[in-house]
């Protein structure tokens, strides 16, 4: 079983700044991708941003240019860096992680962190 504990949500003034983090601990065996995700009150779970073991990046047009996603591997952990910051980005983020062999990966999810923008 893998832990995954994230940290440094909050409430911010719009164009302001976060910056959170998630490390995964536990039973590791091998974490692949890893991700953020979002959701905002009376919507569904989208997609942030995410990254590979490799560090090839993806993210959602909404946060492209604004938001920055890396990781360390020798800590197992992600980070999300969150500029620009808007009343829209509101929300809950989950980080997300891969862990397991290549026929048995599990996805994993975290308690998740709330970001509030003020206008």
């Known amino acids: 079983q893998v832990q995954l504990v994230e940290s440094g949500g909050g409430l911010v003034q719009a164009v302001g700044s976060l910056r959170l983090s998630c490390a995964a601990s536990?039973?590791?065996?091998?974490?692949?991708?890893m991700g953020w995700y979002r959701q905002a009150p009376g919507n569904g779970r989208e997609l942030v941003a995410t990254i590979t073991s490799s560090g090839y990046t993806n993210y959602a047009d909404s946060v492209k240019g604004r938001f920055t996603i890396s990781r360390d591997n020798a800590k197992n952990t992600v980070y999300l860096r969150m500029n620009s910051l808007k009343p829209e980005d509101t929300a809950v983020y989950y980080c997300?992680?891969?862990?397991?062999?290549?026929?048995?990966?599990?996805?994993?999810w975290g308690q998740g962190t709330q970001v509030t923008v003020s206008s």
């Open positions: 997300n992680a891969e862990d397991g062999p290549p026929l048995s990966i599990i996805d994993y």
């Open positions: 536990g039973n590791i065996f091998s974490i692949g991708a």
